[in-house]
């Protein structure tokens, strides 16, 4: 199987709101996620700690099968670094970060608001 790493996401041009759960560092996490364009990203956090971040900036991606994609960008304000597995055939997000110096690992439901 070849991992394609010029994909684009079936998303762009749509927001998702990934509900990573109650029980995170960052109390109960939700943030809606916005694929401008194939290549730009923003999100807005709508629960926990960090409720009301928002930032736009560029992310890249690979198809590691079909609706199944691996998605990566360093938020610029904070430097912090984020990962995602986004399944658009099972609507699950996975991610894994570093938020402030600390990793974290999050999972949860992947639904698309608009």
Known sequence: MAIDTNA???SVGQTWLAD???NTPLGHFTV???FES???VSFLVTGGAIKGRT???DYTTAKLRDGLYLVRW???DSNDFVTHIE???EGVCMASSVVGGKFIQLAGTWTRVR
Do not use: C
């Open 8 to 10: 684009v996401l079936p």
């Open 20 to 22: 990573l759960g109650p």
């Open 32 to 34: 809606e996620i916005t």
């Open 38 to 40: 194939a290549t730009r």
């Open 55 to 57: 930032q736009s900036m």
């Open 74 to 76: 360093t938020e610029p």
């Open 87 to 89: 399944d658009y055939n």
